[in-house]
Antibody
Framework: EVQLVESGGGVVQPGGSLRLSCAASGITFSSFSMHWVRQTPGKGLEYVLGISGNGGSTNYGKSVRGRFTISRDNFKKMVYLQMGSLRVEDMGVYYC???????????????WGQGTLVTVSS | EIVLTQSPGTLSLSPGERVTLSCRASQSLSASYLAWYQHKPGQAPRLLIYGSSTRATGIPDRFSGSGSGTDFTLTISRLEPEDSAVYYCQQYGGAFGPGTKVEIK
């Protein structure tokens, strides 16, 4: 059974940085792309970032290019989201999700974690 | 850039009713490029349908997907109380539609 467990959420001031982590189990980790999706207050799901199975390619959503980066450690079966220059509008629940293949642009996201909450407030 | 819109924004229906949710793309999409998700408060989103019409593992057969080109549909044949959720369509590459909230009367 695939399990994805996010951690690292918390309270951060506007302009600050935060790193989220996602631990995967139950899959051949390097065979699949991994992604971050967020839900901001009162809004729907928003695709944030994805990374290919080998970590060589990324896929950005519309609103975080230049501020957020994604990386992975296939030995540890971990994926990371480094968030910088955080804004109030970045506040929300961040989900880690698995792609259906190793390509960074997903057709679908077939397994999800429970999410970690990021609060941006002074 | 292809933009997805969903309608209606909210639906309120009784158990047993048939539900039809719409997802419209601003440009034609390959049927392979459209997925549907269910998201309940406090839970992880769940993949329901991929490739426009293929049910994901473990999804009840009351959920079905169809469509092509710019118009796609998620149908729930007989609404159950546990189907209360927000439903999203998603295109290849990751972008989601705004969602449709389904409420049970």
């Amino acid at each position: 059974e695939v399990q994805l467990v996010e951690s690292g959420g918390g309270v951060v001031q506007p302009g600050g940085s935060l790193r989220l982590s996602c631990a995967a189990s139950g899959i051949t980790f390097s065979s699949f792309s991994m992604h971050w999706v967020r839900q901001t207050p009162g809004k729907g799901l928003e695709y944030v970032l994805g990374i290919s199975g080998n970590g060589g390619s990324t896929n950005y959503g519309k609103s975080v290019r230049g501020r957020f980066t994604i990386s992975r450690d296939n030995f540890k079966k971990m994926v990371y989201l480094q968030m910088g220059s955080l804004r109030v509008e970045d506040m929300g629940v961040y989900y880690c999700a698995k792609g259906e293949s190793d390509y960074p642009r997903p057709y679908q996201l077939d397994s999800w974690g429970q999410g970690t909450l990021v609060t941006v407030s002074s | 850039e292809i933009v997805l819109t969903q309608s209606p924004g909210t639906l309120s229906l009784s158990p047993g009713e048939r539900v039809t949710l719409s997802c419209r793309a601003s440009q034609s999409l390959s049927a392979s490029y459209l997925a549907w998700y269910q998201h309940k408060p406090g839970q992880a989103p769940r993949l329901l349908i991929y490739g426009s019409s293929t049910r994901a593992t473990g999804i009840p057969d009351r959920f079905s997907g169809s469509g092509s080109g710019t118009d796609f549909t998620l149908t729930i044949s007989r609404l159950e109380p546990e189907d209360s959720a927000v439903y999203y369509c998603q295109q290849y590459g990751g972008a989601f539609g705004p969602g449709t909230k389904v409420e049970i009367k």
